[in-house]
């Protein structure tokens, strides 16, 4: 009679989380639409954000007759918008990797330091900056290189879990936090041995993130296109995300080859944070903090969540950007820090959560 019961009420209850998501994911994407234009106004020189709105509209639709200031577009088009697109494309990238890493390795603090592919991209990037690495690729060598160096961190990850077998949420794990902290010591080698103070600057800052490198331009164009089909590959696998979560064994049952799928998830992952993070540096917590408030608003079913994590990570990187560019004005605070002082006592939170249930 129980189970008569649960099915009968089950379709109702899941068109109601739908409508609930539906309704979510609406104003998620309001709020996204004011944070860009409001991030895109504020700073040094603020804009109008009508003027704001007329010259985006102007240049992405082709609406309106340009009527505005030079100056205002050269602040708005030129200047803040591709860090601002950078911004939320870097935090919604962020934010589904770490959702899809908490789900691969079943660990809620797992994030995308996990795998050592930030690592990989600050190695790449500190042989660029102090030792002229990369110079093929031209204006490009910077973001090259720490792409070319969270690649092969990837790999190596990928090579260390499986040489014991099968490839493992734990074996995973292990691997991703070894290569991570032997790159970082890799890293720290390469700035002592540099002897350049002004370079060394130079890394540490780019170690911390930063999205002032933001232009239109070719790595733009890769970031959002990357970080786009990441979500919509993600979230169409959100049913096996699903079973992935709760185990092995749950995953085989309904179908799922859980070391097959993990294999992808690590290279799909493995792609967007390394392209993420060749071109705005190494941002932590985005990938810890935004999964846990999108699952507890959306819910665990990965088919809702994916979305509203990458919305919530884009809304809160770009504000995140906003505050680092303008606290300390007319220096620029690296990215990085804001981040961790909002994702350090979260992380705390986290951590005495786990302690208390088990």
């Known amino acids: 009679m129980v189970m008569t019961v649960r099915r009968a009420a089950d379709p109702l209850g899941r068109l109601r989380r739908s409508r609930r998501n539906t309704i979510l994911v609406t104003v998620l994407l309001t709020l996204l639409s004011v ?16 003027t704001v709105a007329r010259i985006l509209a102007g240049k992405l639709f082709a609406v309106g007759d340009p009527t505005w200031d030079a100056t205002a577009e050269g602040i708005v088009w030129a200047g803040r918008f591709p860090r601002v697109l950078l911004a939320v494309a870097v935090g919604a990238g962020l934010a589904v990797c770490g959702m899809a890493l908490q789900a691969m390795v079943r660990n809620m603090l797992a994030d995308p330091y996990l795998l050592g592919i930030n690592s990989g991209a600050s190695t790449g990037a500190a042989l660029s900056i102090l030792f002229g690495f990369g110079l093929g690729f031209g204006e490009y060598a910077l973001t090259g290189s720490a792409f070319l160096g969270a690649l092969a961190a ?21 691997a991703g936090v070894a290569v991570g902290y032997a790159l970082s010591a890799l890293t720290s080698f390469l700035i002592f041995m540099s002897g350049s103070a002004e370079g060394s600057r130079s890394v540490m800052f780019w170690l911390l993130g930063s999205l002032a490198l933001a232009s239109w331009g070719v790595p733009l164009l890769i970031v959002v296109v990357v970080v786009i089909l990441t979500i919509g590959v993600l979230t169409a696998w959100g049913t096996r995300l699903d079973a992935l979560a709760i185990g092995d064994e749950t995953a085989h049952i309904l179908g799922v080859s859980a070391t097959r799928f993990r294999t992808q998830l690590l290279l799909l992952v493995s792609l967007c944070v390394g392209v993420v993070v060749a071109a705005s540096g190494s941002i932590g917590f985005v990938g810890l903090v935004i999964p846990h408030l999108a699952r507890r608003l959306a819910g665990a079913a990965h088919a809702w969540s994916l979305p509203a994590a990458a919305l919530m990570g884009g809304i809160f990187l770009a504000w995140a950007d906003l505050l680092a560019r303008t606290a300390l004005q007319p220096r620029e605070l690296p990215i990085g820090i804001i981040t961790a002082l909002v994702g350090a006592p979260f992380l705390l939170y986290l951590i005495r959560s786990l302690y208390r249930t088990t």
């Open 35 to 50: 944070t860009v234009l409001a991030t895109t106004a504020l700073g040094p020189v603020s804009v109008d954000p009508g």
């Open 154 to 174: 990837s790999l190596l990850v990928f090579f260390v879990a499986r040489a014991a077998g099968t490839v493992t949420s734990v074996r995973l794990l292990l």
